[in-house]
């Protein structure tokens, strides 16, 4: 099902399913698993390259090789732009911590005060996948098998996708589009 609100078009799965990030679980799976690197808008490109010598001591060798050689983003199957890849694997950006679990160079720089920018948006919303077309944009949930640790833990602790990732959207789309997601959750409450 799906619910319009203003001018996004929202499936009713990000109020359906539970979720919440396990990364002792999944080892941050999504940056280095899948066929092309994270969808970034072209502002993003910017800031990322703005930002690319205060990133830079956050990665390893092999993503600054990759940067070096490629530029931060390529253009994937559909023309679109996406992280650079290392060796068509994982994201140019992933650096492992000491448990080993993938995280993400740009978001390290900005906890510690370097930059301003968390991260690419398609990242921050995941499980959200977003489309734009002419007229709207799409908001839907995407369903893959690493992410089967967060859907358990989600459903342990009874959180919907869309409070999970009530920052992000908010980040995305504004404090009024995540209040009127949150009258939609009730909404969907009372049908059932």
């Not at 280095?32 to 703005?50: C, K, N, S, Y």
């Not at 007229?135 to 358990?152: F, G, H, R």
């Not at 009530?166 to 009127?180: I, M, V």
Request: glycine share 6%.
């Amino acid at each position: 099902m799906l619910v319009e609100i203003k001018d996004k078009i929202v499936s009713t799965q990000i109020f359906e399913r539970q979720f919440v990030c396990d990364l002792n679980a999944c080892k941050g799976a999504c940056c280095i698993e899948g066929d092309g690197g994270a969808p970034v808008t072209e502002e993003e490109i910017q800031i990322i390259e703005a930002n690319l010598e205060k990133i830079r001591p956050f990665m390893r060798p092999e993503g600054i090789e990759a940067i070096e050689a490629q530029g931060v983003v390529y253009h994937d199957q559909d023309f679109e732009p996406a992280t650079t890849l290392v060796n068509g694997a994982e994201c140019a950006f992933v650096f492992f911590d000491a448990a080993g679990i993938a995280k993400c160079a740009i978001e390290k720089a900005q906890r510690e005060g370097h930059i301003d920018f968390p991260k690419p948006i398609s990242c921050h919303l995941y499980p959200i996948r977003t489309k734009k077309f002419q007229d709207y944009t799409a908001l839907n949930y995407e369903k893959w098998d690493i992410c089967e640790p967060a859907c358990a833990c989600g459903e342990k602790l009874e959180v919907p996708v869309f409070k999970f990732l009530k920052e992000p959207l908010q980040r995305a789309f504004g404090p009024e589009f995540y209040q009127e997601l949150e009258k939609v959750a009730k909404e969907l409450e009372n049908l059932e």
